[in-house]
């Protein structure tokens, strides 16, 4: 149930979001400090912006936006202790796509 949850999503419009919700959060400034920091500093997922926000909590918010119901089902009791796992290979394709796309200078 769960993995095909994240089937068929529009990968790079979310990445996009996730960096747009960065960018808001940090500032122009601070987001062009991020986007250089991950062109110079080669480091998995996009370690850089650790530095100004748990961007983990924008990557989540923007899967919420693209999959109705995803927040209220990840809050229940029943919730499978495997949940994140099978979020696990979108979650890593839309790191990479912002990374790619959003988050290098």
Request: aromatic residues 14%; charged residues 20%.
């Amino acid at each position: 149930m769960w993995e095909n949850m994240f089937q068929g999503l529009d990968e790079s419009a979310i990445a996009a979001d996730f960096a747009a919700r960065v960018r808001d959060y940090v500032g122009p400034a601070n987001y062009a400090a991020l986007r250089q920091l991950n062109a110079e500093w080669q480091c998995d997922s996009i370690c850089a912006s650790h530095d100004y926000c748990d961007s983990n909590v924008f990557l989540f918010a923007a899967l919420c936006d693209a999959i109705p119901g995803l927040y209220e089902l990840s809050e229940t009791e029943e919730t499978p202790w495997n949940f994140m796992d099978d979020m696990a290979p979108a979650w890593n394709r839309i790191h990479d796509i912002a990374t790619r796309e959003h988050f290098t200078a």
